[in-house]
C-alpha cells in the first residue's frame, strides 16, 4: 500500500516530534516517548539529524552527553541562554503526562522521583493511591493523592506532600491553591479541601479562597444563588478559614456545565484590610 509510509520516515518523524515536545534532551531518551525505540538504540541517531539541519546538538551542564533541540525552538534556546526564558504555568499533572511517565528523565531533570503507588499495597505506599505531580513554574515542586467526590461537589485533598528540596512561600502556596482550584473546578468539584498536608501548617490551606455556597433553609441555597448571579443581581462570597474577604458580582455564568464566570466587580470585605489579594 503506498498510502503508508516506510518504518525509516515514521522512525524520523516519532524522533522529530519527541525532542520538540521535550524541549532538550539526550538521545537515550528521544524513544520512550513514541516507545518506538529502547533508549540503547535511537532510531534514527539524532546526530543525523543534526547534519541534516533538523536538530540543533548543544552541551548542558552537569551532563556528559550531548543534548539536542528542535530547529524550531533556536529562540528560546537563545533565551535560555541569555537567561531570559521564564517558566509560568502551574498545574496538576496526570501520572501519565510525559513529563513524569520516563521516571529517569524526572530524576534527572526536576529532582523528581516519582512512581504510581496505585499497585503497591497501602501499607506499603509513601504518598498516596494515584498521586498528582504539581508543577510549578517549571519546578516539580510536589504531589497530591486527591479524589474527587462529584455527587458532594468537594475536591478532597487526601495528602499534599512538598518535596524536601521545596522551601514554602506565600506566592508557592498561591499557585498551588490556584492549580488544585483549576483541578477541581474543572471535575465539577469546586470545594477544596485539604485532610492532611506536609508541611504542615498547610499554607495552600490558608491560600485557598473557594468555598461552596451554603445550603438555605427549605431550598437550594447554592442554585438560588447561582441563578442571581447569572442574572446579574447576586454576589458570590469568597472565604478563607470562614472570613469571607471578598464578593465577586457576576454578570453571566454557566453552572455546572460550562464552568465559565464573568466577573463584573470585586467587593473586599472588612477581613481583607490586612493584606493585598493577588
Known amino acids: 500500500d503506498g498510502a503508508v509510509p516506510a518504518r525509516e520516515e515514521v522512525d524520523r518523524a516519532w524522533t522529530l516530534a519527541a525532542v520538540k515536545a521535550l524541549g532538550v534532551l539526550p538521545a537515550r531518551w528521544i524513544g520512550d516517548y513514541f516507545r518506538h525505540a529502547l533508549k540503547t538504540q535511537p532510531k ?78 497501602e501499607a506499603k505506599r509513601r504518598y498516596g ?9 517549571g519546578e516539580l515542586v510536589g504531589r497530591v493523592d486527591a479524589k474527587a467526590h462529584r455527587g458532594e ?27 488544585l482550584q483549576r483541578c477541581a473546578c474543572w471535575h465539577g468539584t469546586p470545594t477544596v479541601r485539604i485532610v492532611r498536608s506536609q508541611p504542615q501548617p498547610s499554607p495552600v490551606r490558608c491560600a485557598l479562597r473557594c468555598e461552596r455556597l451554603p445550603a438555605a433553609a427549605g431550598n437550594d441555597g447554592t442554585a438560588t444563588a447561582m441563578k442571581a448571579l447569572a442574572s446579574g443581581r447576586g454576589r458570590l462570597p469568597i472565604a478563607v478559614n470562614g472570613e469571607t474577604l471578598l464578593c465577586l458580582a457576576a454578570h453571566a455564568l454557566l453552572w455546572p456545565q460550562g464552568r465559565v464566570l464573568f466577573v463584573a466587580d470585586v467587593h473586599l470585605g472588612k477581613a481583607a484590610s490586612f493584606a493585598p489579594l493577588a
Open 44 to 121: 534514527p541517531h539524532p546526530d543525523g539529524l543534526v547534519d541534516s539541519g533538523e536538530l540543533l546538538r548543544v552541551a548542558v551542564e552537569g551532563w556528559p552527553w550531548p543534548g539536542y533541540v528542535h530547529r524550531d525552538h533556536l529562540a528560546s534556546l537563545r533565551a535560555a541562554r541569555r537567561g531570559k526564558l521564564r517558566a509560568t504555568h502551574c498545574t496538576l499533572l496526570s501520572p501519565f503526562d510525559p513529563l513524569v511517565w520516563d521516571r529517569e528523565r524526572a530524576l534527572a531533570m526536576f529532582d523528581f522521583d516519582y512512581r504510581i503507588e496505585c499497585y503497591t499495597p
Open 153 to 179: 461537589g468537594i475536591f478532597e485533598v487526601r495528602a499534599l506532600h512538598l518535596e524536601p528540596r521545596i522551601r514554602s512561600s506565600e506566592a508557592l502556596a498561591s499557585d498551588i491553591a490556584g492549580a
Open 129 to 137: 493511591y494515584f498521586t498528582l505531580p504539581i508543577l510549578v513554574r
